[in-house]
């Protein structure tokens, strides 16, 4: 089973849309979490960390639930500059290393 | 400040041929991180080191694939020789501890 499983899309939205991403992680001893944004033939960048009590940055809102081990991102009033690949990252504890998911990929249209 | 530099950014060899892909962490991190990034399989840790000393190499292929990293500002990493199948996008990244990882704008290798 892989550490982080997320839906690889597409999710092809219009623009000012809301959109949602799941993933899910198998580690129950996993301590960190992060999205972070892939654009394409580019280097993955973190975008936001995520933490136990949820948390927002400006559209960007992200939550954990450590009992169903699951992690969300909400992106609300999509842009276009949003389209991009949407990375479920998970790190554990006592360990520098992280397991990414597969990506998400977003496209917000016009 | 500079980020992560890799070099090259593009690498297209044959079949056989050996190929050394370098990576200069941020000033200052202490862990480095080489990935490999294919459509099929994503984003895969291959391995990492600790204050220059490899931690966790369980991602390595095979033995054609060796990684060193002799001081802190300089890591290579060595397939030898290659193959088609390792045709993909390498990232170096660098952290400080179990921070934010930074990456480098990877290496796209092609192996004919």
């Known amino acids: 089973r892989k550490e982080v499983e997320q839906d690889p899309g597409p999710f092809n939205v219009p623009e000012g849309a809301t959109v949602a991403f799941n993933c899910t992680y198998s580690n129950s001893a996993s301590q960190s979490f992060f999205w972070y944004r892939q654009d394409c033939r580019k280097e993955p960048k973190l975008l936001m960390s995520?933490?136990?009590s949820g948390n927002e940055d400006g559209r960007f809102t992200a939550q954990l639930n450590r009992a169903s081990q699951y992690i969300s991102l909400l992106i609300r009033d999509s842009k276009l500059s949003d389209s991009a690949t949407y990375l479920c990252v998970v790190g554990q504890t006592g360990a520098n290393n992280l397991f990414f998911g597969t990506g998400t990929r977003l496209t917000v249209i016009p | 400040d500079a980020g992560v530099i890799q070099s090259p950014r593009h690498e297209v060899t044959e079949m056989g041929q050996e190929v050394t892909l370098r990576c200069k962490p941020i000033?200052?991190?202490?862990?480095l991180f080489w990935y490999r990034q294919t459509m099929m399989r994503g984003l895969e840790l291959l391995i990492y080191?600790?204050?220059?000393?490899?931690?966790?190499d369980s991602g390595m292929p095979e033995d054609r694939f060796s990684a060193k990293m002799p001081n802190a500002s300089f890591s290579t990493l060595k397939i030898q020789p290659s193959e088609p199948r390792d045709s993909a996008v390498y990232f170096c990244a660098s952290s400080l501890g179990s921070g934010t990882q930074y990456f480098g704008p990877g290496t796209r290798l092609t192996v004919l």
């Open positions: 080191f600790n204050n220059n000393v490899p931690i966790d």
């Open positions: 000033s200052g991190h202490n862990s």
């Open positions: 995520v933490y136990s």
